[in-house]
């Protein structure tokens, strides 16, 4: 039998497997995802695909569980322990706000109650010197309230344990001894940068879910084993690397983007393959838009994350490695209302997996993105996800129908201005990750992909002045397919404020470096290593990337970096000294990245007649009719014009009047627009 290596994602609407085996060959399935047991939809789409579980070597998986247990208040009671006086940090938070004016703006609840934030009387400068010493007797009075409770998980995290834990470890270990049934997270096991509040409630965080994720990767561990899986399973991470489960269940904080991250992963790859450095990712599902600009092959790292962040919302935030993506709530099931003024919006609520679009016949009832595509004639109600679900056209109109006695339009034109409302969201999304930040999105491989991707993504890049856009085979399991292409992966950052120097910059990398590649599981082959800099008097920093071997000439290409890094960021340059403020080194060991085959269908064998329909292409072209291609009928390098629809089992790509598209020799579909 032939070994197989298989990556599963979970989205918030579907679960997306794809498996590669020894010679090539690329299995793809798809199943709704089950948001009662997420677990169950993993099990339900490995068996849809037929293959022997005994042949899996590796399985790779990425889920929501970790944003699920958060947005849903469903993580574990936890308790904190910190320094005396620091018990309201949680509270009291940041005053800075995105919105100066926004009166709307909210900070997030403390996910621990004041009765659970218990102070111990110890303090360690900010040099790493011992003002008080911990009493042992603070930390058993805490664990005897935390019994009382009935805490679940308990957070330690003392003043300057970033830079001198010796405090918080030995509270941990006597916390673990009384409370053996508890979870004990140290703040320092997973993050030694400065900044309170922060490391605060990163530490909460990854204690308030983690008997809820160690708990799942366990079940999901045993229930793959019941079927006949003896192949090593690894969890993605956040910051596009894999991690084995056991270690993943030990620091959970580090999945929280792991299904977009792994598409950003997969679009690296394919850029890589086709020669492009600079990508531009664009994946839409059925609850978000997401985005990520990769520059020479380099995809950008943030060292702080903030989950549940919306404009009005202050989210919390995470210091872990976490790919940069902006994430918009426009996706297939995002529900489109009307508010009190009469104004339509498009998200960032969500129809899910259940009940669904309107379409899907599940007892949805609010109108969502793809109930207008499909009015729109954009998605076929006789031929989604391959012909395995009927769409119901009748009930998507009558809910769009609905609104009209607050838009005063018919159902077809408010889902034309759906979305039209979708689609500069989106654009939005991009222009944030590209012209924000100094970049033109027309220099990018503009790569769709997701169930939704390829069906916006015509209309999004004609906004941008995008005029190539790439569609990979499988675009729908796109993300699923990333998770095989990704290594494992273990990161350290560590704060550390001094001028630049080569000397304080060397030391600073090799202790961090030593700490990597002991997190790693494995033998670190390779490390990549980045110091964040500053000029003296400035709060915020910008990651500069570690030549391997530059030599007493260190400092002088750190500064030459820098400088043309503040002038791509910020349009400007000082002449003043630079300080270090941290160093992050991710050590890596390299896994066997499976090779897919070319797409053996995409050479016109497999030919299906093409049909036609009418298409609403709104601004870009109107109502008219369109030529509709089932994807295995195309040949290799023969460029086919729009308007035209080409379907898939998984997907659906639109092409605008004045677009054109072919497939190469990869399985990727290429789109060009010729319109001026």
Known sequence: ???????????????????????????????????????????????????????????????????????????ARTGLLTTSGFADVLEIARTNRPALYDLSYRKPPPLVPRRLRLEADERIDHHGNVLRPLDPADVREAAEQFRAAGVGAVAVCFLHSWLEPDHEQRAAELLRTLLPDVEVVASHE?????????????????????????????????????????????????????????VAARAP????????????????????????????????????????????????????????????????PVQAPVVDIVEVGAGGGSIVEVD?????????????????????????????????????GRLDPDNFLGGRMTLDVDAAEKAFDALDRQLRVGARDAARGALRYAVATMANALRLVTSRRGHDPRDFTFVAYGGNGPLHAALVARELGITRIVVPPGP?????YGMLVGDLTAHAVQTHVAPLDTDVVTALLDRVTAEASQR???????????????????????????????????????????????QEAYAFTLDAPLEVVAARVEAVAHLDHPTAAAEADLDGAAIVEPTSRLV??????????????????????????????????????????????????????LLVDHHD
């Open 1 to 75: 039998m032939t070994p197989v290596r298989v990556g599963i994602d979970i989205g918030g609407t579907f679960t997306d497997l794809v498996a590669v085996d020894a010679d090539g060959r690329v299995h793809r399935a798809k199943t709704a995802t089950t948001p009662r047991a997420l677990d169950d939809a993993v099990l339900t789409v490995l068996a849809d695909t037929g293959l022997p579980p005994e042949t899996v070597t590796d399985l790779v998986h990425g889920s929501t569980v970790v944003v699920n247990a958060v947005t849903e208040r469903k993580g």
């Open 190 to 246: 997973l993050s030694r940068q400065w900044r309170e509040y922060e490391r605060t409630s990163t530490a909460v965080l990854s204690a308030y879910v983690q008997p809820t994720v160690a708990g799942y990767l366990g079940v999901l561990g045993e229930r793959l084993a019941g079927t006949g899986v003896t192949g090593s399973l690894y969890a993605m991470q956040s910051s596009g690397g894999v991690a084995p489960f056991d």
């Open 253 to 316: 904080i580090t999945l929280l983007e792991s299904g977009p991250v792994a598409g950003v992963t997969a679009a690296v790859a394919l850029g890589r393959q086709l020669g492009h450095t600079d990508v531009l990712s664009f994946d839409v599902g059925g609850t978000t838009a997401k985005t990520s600009a990769v520059r020479d092959g380099r995809v950008r790292i943030n060292t702080l994350h903030h989950v549940e962040r919306t404009p009005s919302y202050a989210g919390y």
């Open 340 to 376: 009190a003024a009469g104004r339509l919006h498009v998200g960032p609520r969500s129809a899910g997996a259940e009940p669904g679009p309107v379409c899907y016949g599940r007892g949805g009832t609010a109108p969502t993105v793809t109930d207008a595509n499909l009015l729109c």
């Open 476 to 480: 729908g399991h796109f993300s699923a």
């Open 520 to 566: 790693l599981a494995a033998q670190a082959e390779s490390v990549r290593r980045f110091v964040e800099l500053r000029y003296r008097g400035q709060e915020h920093t910008l990651e500069i990337a570690v030549p391997d071997a530059v030599g007493a000439a260190l400092v002088d290409r750190l500064r030459a970096d820098f400088d043309r890094a503040s």
């Open 616 to 669: 609403d292409f709104d601004e870009a072209g109107g109502r008219r009719e369109a030529s509709v291609v089932d994807r295995r009928s195309l040949t290799v390098d023969v460029e086919l014009p729009g308007p035209c629809v080409v379907e898939e089992p998984a997907a659906t790509t639109l092409v605008l009047p004045g677009q054109s598209v072919r497939a190469d020799r990869h399985g990727n579909l």
